[in-house]
């Protein structure tokens, strides 16, 4: 079981910068992914991006050059540095952890933080 608890959400100014950071506890299945997602008012939960505990990283098209997933293992925490925001970007971002069944399974997202407000003023 993994705990999720993310922080950094704020109220920003078009064009502005924002790091959400999510602190994770628990056991994480190394061998699959971290992510964020995001719900805008009105809209279904997005994939932004994914981060394997070693590889290559994912970015959906909208946030692709304008935000960064990383990790510090030892520290035990995701990041999501966001750049250039605009006012599309707004909405509850969430930290998210894949795990498996078993062994053989395969990976899918099953854990979730209680999310945090991005909110992007133009």
């Known amino acids: 079981q993994v705990q999720l608890l993310e922080s950094g959400g704020d109220s920003v100014q078009a064009g502005g910068s924002l790091k959400l950071s999510c602190a994770v506890s628990?056991?994480?299945?190394?061998?699959?992914?971290m992510g964020w997602y995001r719900q805008a008012p009105g809209k279904e939960r997005d994939l932004v991006s994914t981060?394997?505990?070693?590889?290559?990283?994912t970015y959906s098209d909208a946030v692709k050059g304008r935000f960064t997933i990383s990790q510090d293992n030892a520290e035990r925490k995701l990041y999501l540095q966001m750049s250039s925001l605009n006012t599309e970007d707004t909405a509850v971002y969430f930290c998210?952890?894949?795990?498996?069944?078993?062994?053989?399974?395969?990976?899918?997202?099953?854990?979730w933080g209680q999310g945090t407000q991005v909110t992007v003023s133009s």
């Open positions: 998210a952890a894949q795990g498996r069944s078993s062994f053989y399974s395969p990976c899918e997202f099953k854990y």
């Open positions: 981060i394997p505990s070693n590889g290559a990283t």
């Open positions: 628990g056991y994480r299945d190394s061998a699959c992914r």
